[in-house]
């Protein structure tokens, strides 16, 4: 009996023993993991120049940022994965509203990583990296941040005239501050012959769709293409677009779909961008403003 007890004993001991170790070992690796994780010193100097560029000793959260090499991983709102070893590379920042400000410095390109970027909420100025926007544009990088960080373009304007009817000229402002304007010339149509006109306008907003849609635009070729064109038909509508890239206003005039196809993807475009808009306040006016005096021109 006496060796059966003991035996027993020492099995629970050994038992109690190994999984002692085993929790001793699991927690040490917890310990150690943030500090084990040793980034490229490309990627450790990429975060120090956005700390310094962007006012760092003023973020909201700073926590362990510009700490000894090895200890990138755990700085607020940095995001690695675990290659083996002691290498890893930065996936993922996440700074939103955390009081920078300032550009994001070229250097941060070499986060050659970077899966996922959060830095909307800011102060920020300039556009990121071109080499990121690229892996954006790609599909490779998920940002989120102001429409501004990844165009240069600041605002697109768009407006159809049917020539040869009463009601429904539309024009269009998206700008790169997120707001977005409409005016729809309408029918009041209070008896079968009443020629009566009003101005709809309705405001909201638009967010990731601006980026895109510039970026679009861009690559379409649109800037590169002549300021008009016609053809010789009658009672045809004319489309006018206006996109202003780094202060400078481009503009095309489009009769009866006479311009070329990468001008009517444009038209396209920007149209199927407002029927996805949640428009959040609607009015009305007498007379909805000319196309020219929308230039440059405050939302209402």
């Not at 009672?235 to 990468?262: C, L, M, N, Q, S």
Request: proline residues 5%; aromatic residues 10%.
């Amino acid at each position: 009996m006496r060796t059966t007890a003991t035996n027993v004993i020492l099995a629970c001991s050994l038992v109690f023993f190994s999984v002692q170790v085993d929790t001793s070992r699991r927690n040490a690796r917890a310990n150690s993991f943030p500090t084990a994780q040793r980034v490229a010193p490309e990627e450790r100097s990429a975060l120090a120049d956005l700390f310094k560029a962007t006012g760092g000793e003023h973020w909201k959260k700073k926590d362990g940022w510009l700490g000894t090499p090895g200890t990138e991983c755990s700085w607020y709102g940095v995001e690695c994965f675990d290659a083996g070893g002691e290498s890893s590379g930065i996936t993922g920042l996440e700074l939103y509203a955390n009081d920078l400000e300032g550009q994001i410095p070229p250097s941060f390109a070499h986060l050659s990583h970077l899966k996922s970027l959060n830095v909307y909420g800011n102060h920020l100025s300039g556009t990121l990296p071109d080499s990121l926007i690229e892996r954006w544009l790609a599909g490779h990088l998920a940002v989120i941040a102001e429409p501004a960080l990844l165009t240069d373009v600041s605002e697109i304007d768009y407006r159809f005239d049917p020539s040869a009817l009463l009601c429904g000229q539309q024009e269009l402002i998206l700008r790169s501050n997120s707001q977005a304007t409409s005016f729809t010339t309408k029918c009041r149509n209070a008896t079968p012959r009443d020629r009566v006109t009003y101005c709809e306008v309705k405001e909201g907003h638009i967010y990731s769709e601006f980026p895109r849609l510039s970026w679009l635009i861009e690559k379409s070729g649109y800037f590169a293409l002549e300021p008009s064109y016609s053809t010789s038909v009658t009672d045809g509508a004319f489309e006018f677009t206006r996109v202003i890239k780094a202060g400078k206003a481009h503009e095309i005039e489009d009769y009866a779909e006479a311009g070329p196809f990468a001008l009517w993807t444009v038209h396209r475009s920007i149209e199927g961008v407002a029927t996805s808009l949640s428009w959040e306040s609607v009015k009305r006016l007498p007379k909805c403003p000319s196309w020219d005096s929308l230039k440059n021109s405050p939302t209402p």
